[in-house]
């Protein structure tokens, strides 16, 4: 059974730092390309970073240089750093496991249950 647990979410001010975490089990952690997401209420969810196997990293660019996403396969983990966070940064973080393409798109076969960030100013 996959499991996908996020933590490392809360309340910070603008220009505060905070680290997610999501612990993966039940598959191959190591042969899947893994991500982050996020959404705001009403929104549908936004591609924030990606990591390839190889560790390969994509960002979108309202993150890009602030952001640093990693992972340790050998705990089976994966990481989101986050550093410089603005007002615009809160949402609901996911991460995904095992990229698809399902109808001519990317998706992911595995989803965490999300992790609240809240950027105060």
């Known amino acids: 059974q996959v499991q996908l647990v996020e933590s490392g979410g809360g309340s910070v001010q603008e220009g505060g730092s905070l680290k997610l975490s999501c612990a993966a089990s039940?598959?191959?952690?190591?042969?899947?390309?893994m991500a982050w997401y996020r959404q705001t209420p009403g929104k549908e969810r936004d591609l924030v970073s990606i990591i390839s196997t190889e560790g390969t990293t994509t960002y979108r660019d309202s993150v890009k240089g602030r952001f640093t996403i990693s992972r340790d396969n050998a705990k089976n983990t994966l990481y989101l750093q986050m550093n410089s966070l603005k007002n615009e940064d809160t949402a609901v973080y996911f991460c995904?496991?095992?990229?698809?393409?399902?109808?001519?798109?990317?998706?992911?076969?595995?989803w965490g249950q999300g992790t609240q960030v809240t950027v105060s100013s």
């Open positions: 039940g598959y191959a952690f190591s042969s899947c390309r």
């Open positions: 995904a496991a095992c990229a698809v393409l399902r109808g001519g798109e990317i998706d992911y076969n595995h």
